[in-house]
């Protein structure tokens, strides 16, 4: 029923903004258990549930997970619609269930859907296409369920940091705009001309290929020492993109995780032994 997904999205929101550990936009983990943290989705629901699997929350009740980038890709309609949506909402579930160690961070698709900008994958404008197989979903709730999902999608946080040091957002300003990024948008209320070119919670989210100058004047400026970004296409589900940089995808075959024990201070190399391929989870 529309009013039921409504009243999902709702709850998706108001548990976003009462996360325990979230402070403004960033969410600020213990310093003890262990973190998830995955690259983009994308639709891809066999490796969200390979994900959710090898987390184990319910088992582990000192384990958080970072998720990122669910719409856009994946599973289509008979007339090509991106129904990318779906997944969308089983994450939302996930993050109800619970709802302080499930940690959903903004990606550039997310902001291009808020903002109604255009954003291309595979020959396809993405949102046009999500759009179309909403509308033939709830032809007489379209609307209504599309600007739920926009407020969903804006209560998310920008990033998660660690008392190790680590930091994770979806990317970071590219070096091009970085001198125009102004932090102080990870600790007031978000506005909508954040997430629309060039406010700083889009800058945040669509800037690629870091010069390591770059990398070294953010981890100053985030006080931070190691990245953990999504965002950048990986072929083989990782990439070392830095002295300080781990970049993650989840949204294939070669699809990745990293697990972290949040009371360990880790190198890059140490990080690195712990990736895991999504492949090898059951």
Known sequence: MPQTTVDLLNQGIEANSADTFRRGNV??????????????????????????AFADLANHPDRHIILQEIIHGGPEDSEG????????????RYKVSFPDRVHVIMGNHDTSFINNSEVMKDGREMNRAMRLALEREYP????????????????QPLAVRCGNRIWMSHSLPSDRFSGQFDPEVLHRPLKINDVVRPGPAYLLTWGRKHSQALLDIMAERLDTDIFVLGHQPQEQGWSRAGRNLIILASNHNHGCLLSIELAKFYTVEQLIESIVPLASVS
């Open 140 to 155: 007489r709730a379209g609307a209504e369920i599309e600007l739920a999902i926009k407020q969903l999608l804006f209560s």
């Open 27 to 52: 969410v600020h983990l213990p310093a003890g258990g262990n973190l998830i943290v995955t690259g983009d989705l994308h639709g891809h629901r066999r490796n969200f549930e390979r994900i959710v």
């Open 81 to 92: 619609g991106c129904l990318s949506y779906k997944l969308l909402f089983d994450v939302v």
